[in-house]
């Protein structure tokens, strides 16, 4: 087992495994900008190094600077957390090379999953279902007609190093092709440098639901359940809860199978998500696979009771997993709290906390890293908090996520409270009928 582990990364998820690392008597380094010297992942980890200015480019995503720090610190493993360094297979690669152990995913995993176009085709060979669509990145426009045609409109064109929403155009005529096709390639070229496009099918009325799986250094691996993820805004996820209300069991017999399926296809190390588009008439396809631990993680670890950082790096340590399948047995669901205001667009908040107070009680887990007096710097996600409940039914739960929310308090800054409170009211979302269209429609009331 590791000695010391090094957290690249900050905010909740760096607490989150600092916390998980205290329980097993493994020793932390934390690492901090220097617009983070406050934050809590900072005051509680065993030792701390600063790795530069506020901007993430010369800070969290310094790879020289990190390294440095877990050199000098004897660290003997790196937990890069969710989003920074956490797909970044030249990352895990200087880490193998320098003798720390990269608790996540190898670089062949993460470059295999994070191209779309090499990740479907890899799934394709292991027999995993995929959405109708090009088999590559389509050569010129005039491929990409012909390929219009044969999967049948609607359809959505997707920037291969796509993410967040960007380069993503959905198409329902043909007149409409080349004017997406262009915008298209001319936002993925300017945020990622690469305007490769590939094409699917527009699945109707989709659900966004996700299977948690992990896969040891033997090669076996096992699926952790579903959770579902389709409220969205700007493909950016608000809330999420397990099981989904969409889900039946046969169905999520299948669901799982893909995905562990898909995990062993590729020899898959760590904690994983395969994470999948649902229709109307519960066909899935799979969409992509993220190689670090999620978000949402914690409302698959409330249900089953299951650490999935415990068990991360215990794969990492070349422990294998119990090589099971789990069924959820409670109900939980998370509201992301973002420090922006739901009545001015949902516009970033940074600033100052003047008062908090954090929920409690029975079934209420909060994971965050702020408190009165803490400053929320510009510089990074807006995501300050998540939110969850769990109990013995989803109503519960739901009442549960009312009561949480009404206790929560956080002054000095706009949060997203207010827009989770209506949602909890909301009849469409109450009765489980959503599909990842539904902030579409979604009206926030007035104050």
């Known amino acids: 087992m590791f000695k010391k582990i090094l957290i690249a990364n900050r905010g909740e998820i760096a607490l989150r495994v600092i916390r998980t690392c205290r329980e097993m008597g ?23 190094v600063c790795i530069g200015p506020a901007p993430s480019s010369e800070s969290y995503l310094n790879i020289p600077n990190i390294i440095s720090a877990a050199e000098i610190t004897n660290a003997d493993a790196i937990h890069p957390g969710y989003g920074f360094l956490s797909e970044n ?9 320098n003798g720390i152990k990269f608790i996540g995913a190898s670089p062949e995993h993460i470059d295999k999953m994070g191209d779309k176009a090499t990740a479907k085709a890899t799934m394709k060979a292991a027999g995993v279902p995929c959405v ?15 390929l219009a045609e044969e999967v049948g409109y609607p359809v959505m064109l997707k920037a291969t190093a796509g993410g967040g929403g960007k380069g993503m155009r959905a198409v329902w005529k043909k007149e409409d092709l080349q004017k997406a096709w ?52 700007r493909h950016q996820k608000l809330t999420e809860e397990t099981p989904s209300p969409f889900m039946t069991p046969e169905l999520r017999e299948k669901m799982g199978a893909a995905a562990v399926k898909a995990a062993e296809y590729i020899k898959y190390e760590g904690a994983g998500t395969v994470e999948f588009l649902v229709d109307k008439h519960r066909n899935f396809y799979f969409m992509e696979m993220n190689t670090r631990i999620q978000v949402e993680h ?16 215990k794969v990492a340590a070349g422990i294998p997993i119990l090589g099971r399948n789990y069924e959820p047995q409670l109900y939980s669901m998370e509201c992301r709290i973002n420090a922006e205001d739901p009545y001015n667009n949902f516009r970033p908040s940074p600033g100052k906390i003047t008062s908090f107070h954090a929920p409690g009680g029975h079934g209420v887990r909060l994971d965050t890293h702020c408190y009165a007096g803490y400053v929320i710097p510009p510089h990074y996600d807006s995501m300050i908090a998540k939110l969850i409940t769990t109990a013995r039914t989803r109503e519960e739960a739901i009442d549960k996520m009312k009561r949480a929310l009404d206790e929560f308090v956080i002054e000095g800054i706009k949060t997203t409270i207010p827009f989770h409170r209506q949602l909890m009211e909301d009849k469409n979302f109450l009765a489980g009928n959503y599909t990842t269209k539904f902030m579409e429609d979604f009206v926030l009331e007035e104050r």
């Open 26 to 48: 493994i020793k932390t380094v934390a690492v901090y900008s220097t617009a983070d010297a406050d934050s809590l992942h900072v005051r509680f980890a065993d030792e701390a």
């Open 89 to 97: 297979a030249k990352f895990s690669k200087i880490c193998a090379e």
């Open 182 to 233: 262009d915008s298209a390639r001319q936002e993925a070229g300017a945020a990622f440098g690469n305007d490769g496009m590939y094409m699917e099918k527009l699945i109707e009325e989709p659900r966004h639901i996700e299977i948690q799986i992990v896969g040891d250094q033997t090669g076996a691996a096992c699926h952790l359940s579903e959770r579902d993820c389709s409220i969205q805004r």
């Open 298 to 313: 914690p409302i698959t670890e409330q249900v089953i009771d299951y650490d999935l950082i415990r068990e991360q790096i």
């Open 132 to 146: 109708p669509g090009s088999d590559g990145i389509i050569a010129d426009f005039d491929e990409c007609i012909k």
